[in-house]
Nanobody
Framework: QVQLVESGGGLVQPGGSLVLSCKGSGFTSNRCGMDWYRQAAGKQREWVSSTTTDGSTSYADSVKGRFFISEDRAADTWNLQMNSLNPEDTAMYSC????????????WGQGTLVTVSS
C-alpha cells in the first residue's frame, strides 16, 4: 500500500525556518520523484517544489532561494527545508509522488500545517 506521511509543520515566527518531511512507503523500490504543494486558507493549491529521480530540483518563484527540497534515500524520506518564512507561506503543505511501473499513478500525503506568525 502506497503511503506518504508528512511531519514537521508548526508555528514559526516570520524570518524563521522549518523542515518538513515526507516519509514514503509502498513504492520506494521504484521512485518517480516527489512534489510539494501547499494550500492556504481560501486559496487554490499551488505547486511549491519538485525533485526527480536524477536529483534535479525545481521551485516556484515565490519560494526560490528560500526553500530547498532533498531526498534521504536511506530513510525513504523527502525533506523541504524552508527558510526566511513569511506570513504568506502559511498553508497546509502536502507531498505528492507518482508511482507504478510507468510513474503514472499519484499518491498524496495528508498534509502538515505551517503557520508563520508573530
Amino acid at each position: 500500500q502506497v503511503q506518504l506521511v508528512e511531519s514537521g509543520g508548526g508555528l514559526v515566527q516570520p524570518g524563521g525556518s522549518l523542515v518538513l518531511s515526507c516519509k514514503g512507503s509502498g513504492f520506494t523500490s521504484n521512485r518517480c520523484g516527489m512534489d510539494w504543494y501547499r494550500q492556504a486558507a481560501g486559496k487554490q493549491r499551488e505547486w511549491v517544489s519538485s525533485t526527480t529521480t536524477d536529483g534535479s530540483t525545481s521551485y516556484a518563484d515565490s519560494v526560490k532561494g528560500r526553500f530547498f527540497i532533498s531526498e534521504d534515500r536511506a530513510a525513504d524520506t523527502w525533506n523541504l527545508q524552508m527558510n526566511s518564512l513569511n506570513p504568506e507561506d502559511t498553508a497546509m503543505y502536502s507531498c505528492k509522488t507518482h508511482y507504478g511501473p510507468y510513474c503514472t499513478l499519484d499518491a498524496w500525503g495528508q498534509g502538515t500545517l505551517v503557520t508563520v506568525s508573530s
